[in-house]
């Protein structure tokens, strides 16, 4: 059987799921007096049936009646008992089925894939123990049509049972609504606020999901008005496409919502769309396994079948980052593209890597800030990996990366017993450790020797660039490779340049994946001369609106191995004109400028000087060019560094990432309580997928949004996984800060185990890109010593117990400070308080001995005349009738911000008055 066909019958096996919670109730009562079955299993059955044009155009051929009778059989089979009469019994029909060896075994596949995902993941609790801890509360109570999807995010209580997970946390979820940086927030459900989602508003807002889903599918049958005359659709576009539309609609549903057994309540936390592609993705594993075995061990559920294997793209800062050699021209689009390059690059090797095992796209569990999960059959692994390592060698040592980059493997086996919640766990932890071992031997120093012998571009390398031919030497940004082009470029920066250049003003992408070669640098451009000439290169190309790419297909049709995305939701588009295409997320948003205009604006307002700064940012040449061309350009660091409200034109450097993010993946996860032995992690595979899938959506999707709309003016140098780095205008990056606390507070249900950590560097626009990402990285490392934690000006302000302020907080400290002192230009004063701060936190305390158990610091006498030092300024710069006023709140700002009374030094406070300080005097710099 082709395998396609499996894991269609496995991805949609619940479908049924969303159908069933979807319909009206006269539709429910219509098939009641029908006699139609009305269980999920019936109306996934009925899916499949109202669906046959979308299925064969998913298979690539008309489908033929055994096909779809196996889909129907496959959906009604993976459970092989149904509940009548209050009792389960068997379903006489797909026993018949399972006897049946050519089909049955299939069926068998599905239902164990099925199993594997959700059977073996299952939480239930007994009632009576939530009475004992957090109590029951009105969500437990809900039917299967009105009940909402516990957030993945209330799972993680590292050492927590479930049991204690009280009412109030447990109580929250999301609305039934399509996803979106919108909808993609929990809503704060009953207990904690009374009718907050009324049944009939979950009901109503069902129908329209399902009604939505149904609409979209015609949209994905567009897709063959794209593919041009002779073109190709190949099946791993297709499934990207409806996985998308899959995540889209069915994020917000549990998977489950009923006990087995009574006096049990279900925690419903797996959502719908991460059951359907884990149960994909192990019925296509698990099928090749058998298939390639000759289904010797299908009942074996100890033998290792699987392998869980991780795609880590290595050295991302040193490539993104790497420091320019003879030129900073062309800065930010380079960085752009290397960012871009990041996913793509590891995107090619995954679909070698599935190419070699023989499966599909199904098998990538996730893929998210140069990480990817592949689950695929444990069928001559090394033989196999080998062949890919073998072209990534070649392909990483040579000309352009010359090993800079590095993409690391490695996996574990696993059984099917190993996909239950007690073992699952212990896997996660193990191909953690098989990762950190990768590390220590990326290359092997014999292979990279014998391959260094062999290759003829290594034995050139040299004398290329020792010739005395300019065109010889090395390239002026990179510094390592030859040069190609008039510019002094090589081939790769000649490439990043134009395709950084593209990023911005790109809302669709062709991208072709080379069947012949392992390529990891993409031509930025698709269109060769002749329809029949395929490159042995991988290629991308990008496109302003569906005009520009109908144009290009219409040039040369779609290919096999050719993928098309967008870069966002266009929900703007109309019904009739939509065509779902699956959506990347990219950094391709950067604020741009209409120059001559906004100069003009700025000298029509009487800001002549300002003016003159913009022009300055910018040489004749782009001046010309916008004047010319009549588009926006992105804004470049000196433009953005202009746009500060107050103070000097500096840009502001912001870095962040998730705490022990590791840590959470592998012992983040609440317990199960056991009956009779040891509790176990609740950890599983779908519940990695769904965390993992959500935080990388909201630093892709909603941290972008954020930017776009609400702080603008920040460049977005990249974003996802769990991680983020922002270039913008000094205040508006420190505004940002809180803007993303808030908003990640709230993504994560204010759970106090997710937290992150968060690095801000103030520089000139001047300073090398390399030197900036150096800076915020060891601001973000001094944040993370203490997680929860944000870093600036060198100083840490802690979000947590026992904190003294936020940074919020602390800039409006600045705002106090400056109106205090908004009759006096200069900074003077605001230097003597910034000395007083120092002595009350103790900086002049003798140096030189440390705090031991038995001797404390000795502390300076300086230390405790701050108070009488601050009296005596403030009556000196300030009239009677200010000055206790003024001396009253200087007096608490030092002693919440500064004082320090201890006398040991590890103990020792940080001198937070620092900031508001350093805010108040950039803002008066000139």
């Known amino acids: 059987m082709k395998l396609e066909v499996v894991t269609l019958g496995a991805l949609l096996h619940d479908i049924g799921k969303f159908y069933q919670r979807g319909v009206s109730e006269e539709e429910l009562k219509k098939r009641k007096e029908e006699a139609k079955g009305l269980r999920h299993e019936d109306f996934s059955e009925d899916f499949l049936n109202e669906n046959k044009k979308l299925l064969s155009f998913l298979l690539g051929e008309e489908i033929s009646e055994e096909t779809l009778n196996f889909l129907k059989a496959a959906a009604q089979c993976h459970h092989l008992s149904k509940r009548e009469n209050g009792k389960w019994v068997r379903k006489e029909r797909c026993f018949e089925l399972l006897k049946n060896e050519e089909i049955g075994r299939y069926i068998k596949v599905i239902e164990k ?58 109580a929250w979820g999301y609305k039934f609504k399509v996803l979106n940086t919108k909808n993609c927030f929990p809503e704060e459900l009953s207990p904690r606020k009374e009718n907050s989602y009324p049944d009939g508003d979950r009901q109503r807002d069902y129908r329209e999901l399902w009604k939505s889903f149904k609409k979209e599918l015609e949209g994905l049958l567009k897709l063959e008005e794209l593919k041009g005359e002779g073109g190709v659709l190949d099946f791993n576009f297709k499934y990207e496409a409806l996985k998308y539309l899959l995540i889209k609609y069915t994020w917000c549903i549990p998977s489950y919502t009923y006990a087995f057994s009574k006096g049990k309540v279900p925690i419903s936390d797996i959502p719908l769309a991460d059951h359907l592609l884990t149960t994909a993705a192990i019925a296509t594993a698990l099928a090749r396994y058998e298939e390639d075995t000759g ?132 896997k996660i932890e193990e191909l953690q450790k098989k990762e950190a071992e990768e590390k220590f031997t990326l290359f092997d120093i014999e292979k990279l020797n014998r391959l260094h012998d062999e290759k003829k571009s290594f034995k050139d390398y040299y004398k290329k660039l020792s010739d005395e031919e300019d065109k010889k030497r090395p390239c002026i940004v990179c510094g390592v490779s030859p040069r190609k082009t008039d ?85 703007e588009e109309s019904e009739k004109d939509r065509i779902v295409l699956p959506v990347k997320f990219l950094e391709n948003y950067v604020p741009t400028t209409e120059l001559d205009l906004e100069v003009e604006k700025l000298r029509k307002q009487g800001e002549s000087d300002k003016a003159k700064e913009l022009e300055y940012c910018y040489d004749e040449e782009i001046r010309s060019e916008v004047k010319e061309n009549g588009e926006p350009i992105p804004k470049n660091f000196c433009h953005l560094a202009h746009e500060a409200e107050k103070g000097p034109p500096y840009l502001g450097v912001l870095k962040a990432d998730v705490d022990r993010l590791g840590f959470i993946f592998s012992k983040g996860f609440a317990k199960v309580p056991r009956d009779g032995g040891d509790d176990y992690s609740s950890l599983s595979v779908s519940r990695v997928v769904a965390l993992s899938r959500m935080l990388d959506f909201f630093f892709n999707a909603v941290v972008k949004e954020l930017v776009k709309k609400e702080v603008k003016d920040l460049y977005s140098v990249f974003a996802g996984g769990d991680d983020l780095f922002l270039i913008g205008p000094w205040d508006k990056v420190i505004e940002f800060e809180t803007k993303l606390r808030e908003a990640f507070e709230k993504f994560t249900c204010y759970n106090k185990h997710f937290t992150i950590s968060v690095g801000i560097e103030i520089v000139k626009p001047t300073l090398p890109l390399t030197l900036i990402a150096e800076l915020s ?71 030189g001995k440390e705090c031991k158990e038995d001797r404390a610091k000795k502390i300076s006498l300086e230390r405790f005349l701050w108070r009488p030092r601050l009296r005596y300024l403030v009556w000196r710069k300030f009239k009677e009738e200010k000055r206790y006023e003024v001396l009253s709140t200087l007096e608490k700002m030092i002693r919440e911000l500064a004082e320090d009374v201890t006398e040991c030094e590890k103990d020792k406070k940080d001198n937070l008055f620092y900031i508001p300080f350093a805010i108040a005097v950039y803002r008066r710099r000139r």
């Open 113 to 170: 894939a099925d199993n594997l995902s959700a059977g073996l993941e299952r939480v239930e609790v007994e009632k009576s123990d939530f009475r004992s801890y957090g109590g029951l509360i009105e969500e437990d109570g809900k039917d299967y049509r009105t009940k909402t999807l516990l957030p993945i995010f209330c799972l993680v209580r590292p050492g927590e049972r479930i049991t204690d997970i009280e009412g109030k946390d447990r």
């Open 295 to 426: 289904w010797k061990h299908k009942e074996e559920k100890q033998k290792e079948k699987f392998i869980l294997m991780s795609l880590d793209f290595s050295g991302i800062q040193s490539f993104v980052f790497r420091p320019p050699k003879e030129t900073r021209k062309w800065a930010a689009k380079i960085l752009r593209a290397r960012s871009f390059l990041v996913s793509l690059a590891l995107e090619t090797v995954v679909r070698k890597v599935i190419e070699e095992f023989k499966v599909n796209i199904s098998s990538v569990l996730l893929n998210a800030a140069g990480k990817v999960w592949l689950l695929l059959p444990n069928v001559d692994v090394e033989k196999r990996l080998e062949k890919v390592r073998k072209k990534l060698r070649e392909e990483l040592l040579k000309d352009p990366f010359y090993g800079e980059v590095k993409i690391r493997f490695a996996y574990v086996t696993m059984s099917e017993e190993d996909f239950s919640l007690r073992k699952f766990s212990e």
């Open 487 to 571: 510019k002094g470029l090589c081939k790769l920066c000649d490439r990043l340049v134009k395709i950084g250049k593209k990023l911005p003003n790109s809302r669709y992408m062709r991208v072709w994946f080379s069947p012949i070669k392992l390529e990891l640098s993409p031509f930025p451009t698709l269109i060769p001369e002749k329809k029949e000439e395929l490159p042995e290169n991988f290629e991308i190309a990008f496109f302003k609106n569906k005009e520009e790419l109908k144009e290009s297909l219409e040039k040369v049709p779609l290919r096999e191995n050719e993928v098309i995305y967008a870069f966002e939701e266009l929900s």
């Open 777 to 847: 990285e060891r601001a973000l490392g001094r944040a993370k010593k203490k997680r929860n934690t944000t870093c600036i000006f060198g100083k840490r302000v802690f979000y947590g117990k026992g904190r003294v302020a936020t940074l919020k907080e602390l800039v409006d400290k600045a705002d106090e400070l400056e109106k205090l002192l908004e009759d006096d230009k200069g900074s003077s004063f605001l230097y003597k308080l910034y000395y007083l701060s120092r002595l009350a936190n103790g900086e002049f305390d003798d140096e």
